[in-house]
């Protein structure tokens, strides 16, 4: 079956610290794979996704690219703020079109950006 | 524009009792998912509507949970009766056909 495997949290780093949030998957097929991100009392938002090998997907200065080699999608960001304290979810799809049916999530990561 | 609304935002109840979360989704989105995430695990999928239709239904634990979304619109989840391992943040979510999934801010249950 499929699964998604994350770093297990808390993660507690100091502002500006550089971030990673290790993400690896297995699936049956060529998955479309996403990150979501959790703010304190909201629901959960897309971050970014990348659907084939060798994309990269970014936003809000966040990065992660889509290794087929090593089936990763690791989240990183070079100078982490605040703001950024959330729970993220690393999550996976094998439906076609980029979209998000039949998501399959990992367990989330609680991060934790202290001034 | 409204995004995807969940009612109530919490809900404590008994073990044998009956529970029922509410959701809204975006005006014009024609499916819905719910979602649940038990402590410490993974967010796991319960279901899928396409308007008032099941589309998917794989995800749902047992035949205590009980999901409706007459006329395409809001849906409901019940769940009867509540069971400790019950316990978890209930999500739901809506979308356009393969384009961006919107989640609600969940239902966190408890059961005692």
């Known amino acids: 079956g499929n699964s998604v495997t994350q770093m297990e949290g808390p993660v507690t780093l100091s502002e500006e610290a550089f971030l990673t949030i290790n993400c690896t998957y297995t699936?049956?097929?060529?998955?479309?794979l996403f990150w979501y991100v959790q703010y304190p009392g909201e629901g959960l938002q897309l971050l970014l996704k990348?659907?084939?090998?060798?994309d990269k997907g970014s936003n809000k200065g966040f990065e992660a690219t889509y290794r087929k080699e090593t089936t990763s999608f690791h989240l990183e960001k070079g100078s982490v703020q605040v703001s950024d304290s959330a729970v993220y979810f690393c999550?996976?799809?094998?439906?076609?079109?980029?979209?998000?049916?039949?998501?399959?999530f990992g367990k989330g990561t609680h991060l934790i950006i202290q001034p | 524009e409204a995004g995807v609304t969940q009612f109530p935002s919490h809900s404590v109840i008994e073990k044998g009792q009956t529970v029922t979360l509410r959701c809204d989704p975006i005006?014009?989105?024609?499916?819905l998912y719910w979602y649940r995430r038990v402590m410490g695990k993974e967010i796991k999928f319960l279901l899928h509507?396409?308007?008032?239709?099941?589309?998917?239904e794989s995800g749902m634990p047992n035949n205590r949970f009980l999901a409706e979304r007459t006329g395409g619109t809001y849906s409901t989840l019940k769940v009867q009766p509540a069971e400790l391992e019950d316990s978890g943040v209930y999500f739901c979510?809506?979308?356009?056909?393969?384009?961006?999934?919107?989640f609600g801010s969940g239902t966190q249950l408890s059961v005692l």
């Open positions: 979510a809506s979308s356009q056909q393969g384009e961006k999934l919107f």
């Open positions: 699936a049956t097929g060529y998955p479309s």
């Open positions: 990348a659907t084939k090998a060798d």
């Open positions: 999550a996976l799809t094998l439906y076609s079109g980029g979209g998000a049916d039949g998501l399959t």
């Open positions: 005006s014009g989105h024609d499916n």
């Open positions: 509507f396409v308007k008032e239709s099941k589309q998917d």
